[in-house]
């Protein structure tokens, strides 16, 4: 039967109204009663979701708390400030929703088309759950330039999985694997090639799903004609194996399970870990295995990957010694690609499988026709070819074909280390601490062309664009440090360490780097969008919505630097072009870090000063103690020109620089919190300046805001 058939029907959600754990229904309904919102029960935990009231198959299609599930005793409440929020039995508090000013919000409600709303009494929505999606869209949904999908693990684990589907700022919609934690995004492996055209994706009432283009008219996404929506409940998921389905699902006679519509991207990618292999079950899901000799890194989620259950392999100068007790196992119909590291021609299956058992860092050989394929351990992905169905088969690379395999896959049952013998190459990569990279300078050079490219040049420092072909052509920007500390090789690579170590939405990810010689380059993952100063002082501006959430990005990176890391890191070079801006138009800080690796005459002016001009805070003139509070003054500065896309303006010209921008001027209290937060930011004195946290509160609306003092040291520049 159908969850909480008896429940209540609420049509508004009034101030003060809560639900816990412990009501007999703890959710509220839609008036259709279709939809409902609250605790859905997840085995002895609850998740805080919504789904579908009226069916027998549970169907959650958003969730809270990044899908992670509470204990009872949890409590939902839309609180008289505004707010709505989640309390843990322990006491803590969550935002589940709020507005940008929630002192408008009178009401919170579940409308018909399953969107939860918070309103004003004029009706006006200021938050929805349809504009914060998770895995799934639904029939009257759209999703806007920057917003995204995120898939669940697993089928029954609604925690944030590896994949997303995301309508980038410049119209792309995409298809990706995330590789967490570190949240780095994987090249593509689906586009709509809309570039600078596309605008909106749109899932509308008739149930048809497409892309808005600005140049007029659409692109389609639905590859036939779905069932009215009258008389079928329809959704849109990206699913846990990479794929977005649309389904249907009949309102009268149910039949059990959601049929699929129409697969909207027949390929997915990335399902199965390490050293798994994968192939699909009845209901055509991903399904992973472990080969002969591994077992599940965790049997409660099989597609983390498998591991050894034996003595590992060890790599002895005695090939007797290296081969006994190892021996080959056949797994025929099945493939391990894009690992090779040797490749031979013309041989026989015989000398395969004994050239792969004497070398201990051969985990596997391929047989393809009459050539071998030598590949290293850990196994990354493996396909599998049943006799009736060709079908991909993803692991945890990318995987953008289809095709019939007629292979022989020879498995060694051995792990061995993933790095080949120093005596067959001096350009080998190895993983250093926090899951860097160690790049030899010739390996850069050659993703650099030479270092062709230049992206920027700044006084410490020249970037350079780079393609890693060993890593599927993935785009990365090489900095090369260009005078650096000399004779200490520790505090680079602490240093280093330190910055690789750092995990945030709002940071560029250092990759890897060079320490070779006299050679000390830093390897980023690459930016298409450029850096926050071309949106603001060029000819590409952000809109006032966007311009917001950029602040807000930098305030909450900013923060995470000064506040969260094992080792405390000052920027002290915040500005404009150190701030970058991804395919989600969200800010990225970078640069961060660096001052230890730099010589000192590199990173001051000949006043002593470190940082730039127009961004430096006065106690640099002063011989003061430089704090995290140079960060805020930097930061302050920075807003203003956010706030107005003007270099260094003036606080008292303000309503004159946006005079020109109607949403600016229409979000009277939003503009007016942003401006004292950059008034308080730029204090003179360090002390009256609040920490990043507490601007990063005051930007959100969570703290007031009170009215600073002039800010008697702002120094303006038309720089």
């Known amino acids: 039967l159908p969850l909480y058939t008896s429940a209540q029907i609420y049509n508004n959600i009034t101030l003060g109204l809560s639900i816990t754990t412990l009501d007999e229904n703890p959710y509220w309904t839609s008036p259709s009663g279709d939809f409902a919102f609250g605790f859905h029960p997840q085995q002895d935990l609850f998740l805080v979701a919504t789904w579908y009231v009226k069916i027998p198959i549970k169907t959650i299609f958003w969730t809270a708390n990044n899908g992670k599930p509470i204990e009872r005793g949890a409590k939902i409440q839309l609180t008289s400030n505004g707010v709505l929020s989640l309390t843990a039995p322990n006491g803590s508090e969550t935002r589940i929703g709020q507005a940008i000013d929630n002192s408008q919000v009178t009401y919170a409600a579940i409308l018909n088309t399953g969107n939860f709303v918070l309103s004003t009494k004029e009706s006006k929505i200021v938050w929805a759950t349809f504009d914060n999606p998770t895995d799934t869209i639904l029939p009257n949904q759209v999703l806007d330039l920057g917003n995204k999908l995120s898939s669940r693990l697993t089928k029954d684990d609604y925690t944030i999985g590896r994949f997303e589907l995301v309508l980038q700022g410049d119209g792309n919609l995409m298809l990706y694997s995330i590789a967490r934690p570190k949240e780095n995004t994987n090249t593509p492996y689906w586009r709509s090639d809309t570039l600078n055209n596309g605008s909106q994706l749109i899932f509308n009432q008739s149930g048809n799903i497409y892309l808005t283009l600005r140049s007029g008219g659409i692109h389609s996404l639905s590859s036939e004609r779905p069932p009215s929506t009258e008389d079928y409940y329809q959704r849109a998921t990206l699913d846990y194996d990479g794929v977005f389905r649309q389904y249907t699902y009949p309102k009268i006679s149910p039949n059990g399970r959601w049929p699929e519509s129409c697969k909207l991207w027949e390929y997915g990618s990335g399902v199965c870990g390490f050293n798994s292999y994968c192939r699909l079950d009845e209901d055509q899901r991903p399904e992973c295995g472990c080969p002969p000799g591994y077992t599940y890194l965790d049997p409660k989620n099989t597609f983390r990957g498998c591991k050894p259950n034996f003595v590992l392999q060890v790599c002895e100068t005695d090939e007797l010694r290296i081969v006994d007790g190892f021996e080959m196992r056949d797994l025929p119909s099945t493939d391990w690609p894009f690992a090779d590291y040797e490749w031979f021609k013309s041989v026989n299956e015989d000398w395969c499988r004994e050239t792969c058992l004497i070398d201990c860092f051969c985990a596997a050989a391929i047989i393809r026709g009459g050539n071998s394929s030598a590949e290293r351990s850990p196994s990354t992905i493996y396909k599998e070819n049943n006799e009736d169905d060709n079908w991909i088969l993803p692991g945890s690379i990318l995987l953008g074909i289809s095709a019939v395999l007629n292979l022989l896959f020879l498995f060694l049952v051995i792990y061995s280390a993933c790095y080949k013998k120093q005596t067959r190459t001096q350009t080998d990569t190895r993983t250093f601490e926090a899951n860097l990279r160690s790049f030899t300078y010739e390996e850069l050079n050659e993703a650099t062309d030479g270092f062709k490219e230049q992206l920027g040049k700044g006084a410490s420092s020249t970037v350079y664009k780079g393609v890693l072909k060993s890593d599927f052509e993935c785009l990365v920007a090489v900095k090369r440090l260009d005078k650096v500390v000399e ?233």
């Open 487 to 719: 004779g200490n090789d520790k505090e680079f690579k602490a240093e280093t360490s330190a910055i690789g170590k750092t995990n945030h939405k709002n940071l560029v990810q250092l990759v890897g780097f060079c320490n070779e010689e006299t050679h000390r380059l830093l390897v980023y993952e690459f930016m298409m969008n450029g850096s926050l100063e071309n949106f603001l002082f060029g000819s590409l501006r952000l809109c006032w919505n966007q311009r917001i959430q950029i602040a807000l990005g930098i305030a909450r990176g900013l923060a995470y630097l000064h506040e969260e890391c094992s080792s405390q890191i000052i920027h002290c070079d915040v500005k404009p072009q150190n701030i970058l801006i991804d395919n989600s138009h969200v800010a990225r800080i970078s640069d961060f870090g660096l001052a230890k690796l730099l010589k000192s005459d590199q990173t001051r002016t000949t006043t002593g000063i470190r940082g730039t001009r127009g961004y430096v805070a006065p106690e640099w003139f002063r011989n003061m103690p430089i704090t995290t509070k140079v960060d805020v003054y930097s930061f302050g500065i920075m807003l203003l020109e956010i706030i107005c896309c003007r270099k260094n303006c003036e606080p008292e010209a303000l309503h004159l620089l946006v005079v020109n921008d109607e949403e600016a001027k229409n979000d009277g209290k939003n503009l007016e919190r942003m401006v004292m937060v950059a008034l308080w930011c730029i204090q003179e004195e360090p002390s009256l300046r609040p920490s990043m946290k507490k601007v990063t509160q005051m930007l959100e609306g969570a703290v007031e805001v009170s009215m600073p003092p002039s800010p008697s040291s702002f120094i303006c520049s038309t720089g």
